[in-house]
């Protein structure tokens, strides 16, 4: 059996065995799936355009058609070399395309892109249970995963990034390792010359702007900072975020505080529930959820809810005025913290 651990993928693909004809790379994250599958082609044949050394399939055809992938990695390369077939899988099966290649030994690389297959799916039993295949998994990155890869991509531009920035960055990635690559070019491109990444550049480059104006419109009105919830009200406006979007990560945020406030008042240290909270509270804000805990009580909490919850029902009765209620209801909680 040759099924590989998440965390051993990229040291299993680097030292493959050439007796592992078939290569199945599958997981949720079909960016990483694509990433890596392009990196191990690559690996044994350089030139990807190459037509007579990089054929290219599709599973569904593939399946209506299983005799061609024998012929494929029977036939010798027009200029020699090494030849490989790569198949991305779709939502017919390739099982009996793959059998009689893995029933003897081959000389062509079979390279398989597929989606989430769960324990038990016959295209990963297949390539699991044979001597003569790899089974890849790709979930989505973790933190530790994405903060080397902006440190690898970053490094690679001459810029280094600031430790908040980094965590923040990290964050706001993720899922898709395609995706996170190009949130982070796009960060070094803006940086570019400066030596150095900094929080605000993560804010202005990465990400939803409208959701880190919410946290921002969030985290003053809990501290009882009017004036900046103000401010940060008047950026979500700008980011075009609708009243009703504001008012539920009010809502959302007073009650993950009103969680935190009973823990407070069981004999809990504001600290050690502030650094107990799931999810994670970045430390970047730590300072003003702390400054919150510090004057709301449970029961302040469960008036300033019901307070959100009615502007929440008035707003959608009273759309043209929903920017009001919002403001409002931002104004009234920042007061009951005070």
Not at 61 to 89: C, K
Not at 92 to 117: M, S
Not at 194 to 211: C, N
Not at 217 to 223: G, M
Request: a neutral charge; aromatic letters at 2%; proline letters at 5%.
């Amino acid at each position: 059996m040759v099924a590989v651990r998440a965390g051993d993928a990229d040291a299993a693909l680097a030292r493959r065995d050439p007796k592992h004809a078939v290569v199945l790379i599958f997981g949720p994250d079909l960016g990483l799936v694509r990433e890596r599958a392009g990196a191990l082609v690559k690996r044994v044949v350089p030139d990807l355009t190459d037509p007579f050394a990089v054929i290219r399939l599709e599973g569904d055809e593939l399946s209506s058609d299983p005799r061609r992938l024998m012929d494929e990695t029977r036939t010798v390369g027009l200029f020699g070399g090494e030849r490989v077939v790569w198949i991305r899988a779709g939502s017919r099966n390739i099982v009996p395309a793959l059998e009689p290649v893995l029933a003897e030994p081959c000389d062509t690389l079979v390279v398989v892109e597929a989606g989430d297959l769960k324990k038990g799916a016959p295209l990963r039993s297949l390539c699991e249970n044979s001597p003569r295949a790899l089974a890849i998994p790709c979930y989505a990155d973790g933190d530790r995963d994405l903060a080397r890869l902006v440190d690898t991509m970053l490094g690679a531009e001459g810029l280094t990034i600031e430790r908040d920035a980094r965590e923040l960055l990290v964050s706001l990635i993720g899922g898709d390792r395609l995706a996170s690559r190009g949130e982070i070019a796009k960060l070094a491109l803006y940086a570019k010359g400066q030596g150095k990444v900094t929080l605000e550049d993560v804010r202005v480059i990465v990400g939803d702007a409208s959701a880190l104006a919410l946290d921002d419109v969030v985290d003053a009105a809990l501290a009882g900072n009017a004036p900046e919830a103000t401010a940060a009200l008047a950026k979500a406006w700008g980011a075009t975020t609708r009243p009703d979007a504001v008012l539920g990560a009010l809502l959302r945020g007073l009650m993950s505080v009103h969680q935190m406030a009973l823990a407070v008042a069981g004999g809990s240290t504001i600290e050690r529930v502030i650094d107990q909270a799931r999810p994670m509270v970045h430390f970047s804000r730590k300072p003003k959820v702390e400054r919150a805990l510090r004057g709301l009580t449970p029961e302040r909490c469960i008036k300033a809810i019901l307070v959100v919850d009615e502007a929440i029902l008035t707003a959608r009765r009273n759309a043209a005025l929903g920017e009001a209620v919002a403001e409002r209801a931002v104004l009234q909680v920042a007061a009951a913290r005070r």
